[in-house]
Every structure is written in C-alpha cells, then in structure tokens.
C-alpha cells in the first residue's frame, strides 16, 4: 500500500527558509517520478518541482527556480523540498505526489500522478 506523508510546514518570514519532507512507503520512491505541488486558497494546484526516477534529474517552475532545490534520500525513501528566499507568494498547501511513470514533459499535471499525500501548510509572512 502506497503512502505519502508530508512534514515540515509552518510559519516563517518572508525571505526565511522551511525543509519539507514526504516519507514514502508501500515502494522504492527512487524509482518513481516524485513531485511537489501547492495549492492556495481559491487556487488550481500547480506543480513546484519534480525529480525524475533513478537520478535522472530534476525540474522545476519558472517561479521557484534558484530558490527551491528538491532532492530525495533513498536510504530513508524520503523526498525533499529545500526552500530559500520565501516569498508571501509562496505561502499555500504542499503536496507530495508519486507516480510509477510520467512523460517528463506532463510532470506538472495533477491527473498524472496516482498517489498524493495528505499536505502540510506554508505560511509566509511579510
């Protein structure tokens, strides 16, 4: 049984940092395409960035380039999110996804992805 569990989330100011995780269960989560999406109030859920499986490498969107980094520990089966320089814009709910395969190019579209986790709040004040 697949399982996603985000963690990591809370409040910080603008220009701080926050660390997201997502604990993976259920399968090997270096073999799956992983993401993280977010989701603001009255928003569609839009794709953040995503690692492509075994270390084929990563991709990002245009409005968190240089500032998020996501990475993947496979020895914990655990997904990352590293982000810097947070912006008010970045403030929404985080969603871990997985997926056993996606064309790269579909990575930011939500009805690809099989497994989502449950989400953790970011709350950026300015």
């Known amino acids: 049984q697949v399982q996603l569990v985000e963690s990591g989330g809370g409040s910080v100011q603008a220009g701080g940092s926050l660390r997201l995780s997502c604990a993976a269960s259920?399968?090997?989560?270096?073999?799956?395409?992983m993401a993280w999406f977010r989701q603001a109030p009255g928003k569609l859920r839009d794709g953040v960035a995503a690692i492509y499986p075994l270390g084929r490498g990563t991709t990002y969107a245009d409005s968190v380039k240089g500032r998020f980094t996501i990475s993947q520990d496979n020895a914990k089966n655990t997904l990352y999110l590293q982000m810097n320089s947070l912006k008010p814009t970045d403030a929404a709910m985080y969603y871990c996804?997985?997926?056993?395969?996606?064309?790269?190019?579909?990575?930011?579209?939500?009805?690809?992805?099989?497994?989502w986790g449950q989400g953790t709040q970011v709350t950026v004040t300015s």
């Open positions: 996804a997985a997926d056993p395969w996606i064309r790269d190019s579909n990575w930011y579209k939500t009805d690809e992805y099989r497994d």
């Open positions: 259920g399968f090997t989560a270096g073999s799956y395409f």
